[in-house]
Nanobody, 122 residues
Framework: QLQASGGGLVQAGGSLRLSCAAS????????MAWFRQAPGKEREFVAA????????SITDSAKGRFTISRDNAKNTVNLQMNSLKPEDTAVYYC?????????????????WGQGTLVTVSS
């Protein structure tokens, strides 16, 4: 089970840190990712981190602004978002896959958090 938190309202240029807490003993075996879905748009891949934390990937539109990290001892994965833009406004979801890393296909992820809303005002 995944529980996402940390969303909120922030002005353009501001920062937010999203967290995803996982239950269970097998968290450290899962590759993790963040997706987002803006109103009227399809869910899109944002960032991924492999099971060990040794490899990360950020979508092009967020490179240099977003950082993904994980703490396997605490069963958490985080998304640090800096220099936020109004176009970053969306519901952000964390997801877990036992088989793939850095996949942009939602269907490759077995577990999903409930989503946390990020609103960036201009």
């Amino acid at each position: 089970q995944l529980q996402a938190s940390g969303g909120g309202l922030v002005q353009a240029g501001g920062s937010l840190r999203l967290s995803c807490a996982a239950s269970g003993r097998t968290f450290r075996t899962y590759n993790m990712a963040w997706f987002r879905q803006a109103p009227g748009k399809e869910r899109e891949f944002v960032a991924a981190i492999n099971w060990s934390g040794g490899s990360t990937s950020i979508t092009d539109s967020a490179k240099g602004r977003f950082t993904i990290s994980r703490d396997n001892a605490k069963n958490t994965v985080n998304l640090q978002m800096n220099s936020l833009k109004p176009e970053d406004t969306a519901v952000y979801y964390c997801a877990a896959s036992s088989t793939v890393y850095r996949s942009s296909r939602s269907g490759n992820y077995e577990h999903w958090g409930q989503g946390t809303l990020v609103t960036v005002s201009s």
